[in-house]
């Protein structure tokens, strides 16, 4: 079990940036995949970006290089740089971190809220 806690959400203009943090209860990425998740109202949860125990990254059609997904490992922390936000990218951001080998676990943030607009 792990519990993670978001922050940096907020009200930005479209075309600003926010940079979103996920701290871990404890010391994870080398077994965790690490993950942002977003789900806006009247829409399925999508992923955003997630980055594996080795650092690959994969992230959203929809991202398109605008996102950036990184951790700190000695803050046990991940980051979720977001430019170039558009009033599409609207929603509650959600940390996630999956382990899928020995003792299976699913772990969940409380979300943070994300409102790109004028």
């Known amino acids: 079990q792990v519990q993670l806690v978001e922050s940096g959400g907020g009200l930005v203009q479209p075309g600003g940036s926010l940079r979103l943090s996920c701290t871990t209860s404890?010391?994870?990425?080398?077994?965790?995949?690490m993950a942002w998740y977003r789900q806006a109202p009247g829409k399925q949860r999508e992923l955003v970006a997630n980055i594996a125990t080795g650092g690959s990254t994969n992230y959203g059609y929809f991202v398109k290089g605008r996102f950036t997904i990184s951790r700190d490992n000695a803050k046990n922390t991940v980051y979720l740089q977001m430019n170039s936000l558009e009033p599409e990218d609207t929603a509650v951001y959600y940390c996630?971190?999956?382990?899928?080998?020995?003792?299976?676990?699913?772990?969940w943030g409380q979300g943070t809220q994300v409102t790109v607009s004028s």
């Open positions: 996630n971190a999956k382990r899928l080998l020995f003792n299976y676990d699913d772990s």
């Open positions: 404890r010391s994870i990425f080398n077994t965790y995949t």
